[in-house]
């Protein structure tokens, strides 16, 4: 059964950074579009980022751009998203999930598989 794993959330102070990992067991990644995704409590979810494969480009949400940045580590199998300059805005579960090939957006509609979610508190 393909299993999307979340790590690297915890607490942090406004300002500071973390980094999340998203990896996979039977799923090579490189082969499919990843997206992060955030949810607050009581809020819609959002899509905060996405690594297209097709086009080897990355996406932002306006609200993390300039901020958080998405890669991936081929190695190993595994996708991250460096947050930096924190706010208490930013703080909600993150989960990634994972696509079609052609695919880059934020309809969590068209990702295939996805993660339970690491919790992210942004507070002093």
């Known amino acids: 059964q393909v299993q999307l794993v979340e790590s690297g959330g915890g607490l942090v102070q406004p300002g500071g950074s973390l980094r999340l990992s998203c990896t996979a067991s039977d799923l090579t990644l490189d082969y499919y579009v990843i997206g992060w995704f955030r949810q607050a409590p009581g809020k819609g979810r959002e899509g905060v980022s996405c690594s297209s494969v097709s086009s080897g480009s990355t996406y932002y949400a306006d609200s993390v751009k300039g901020r958080f940045a998405i890669s991936r580590d081929s190695a190993k199998n595994t996708v991250f998203l460096q947050m930096n300059s924190l706010k208490p805005e930013d703080t909600a579960v993150y989960y990634c999930?994972?696509?079609?090939?052609?695919?880059?957006?934020?309809?969590?509609?068209?990702?295939?598989?996805r993660g339970q979610g690491t919790q992210v508190t942004v507070s002093s």
């Open positions: 999930a994972a696509g079609d090939y052609y695919y880059s957006g934020y309809v969590i509609a068209e990702y295939d598989y």
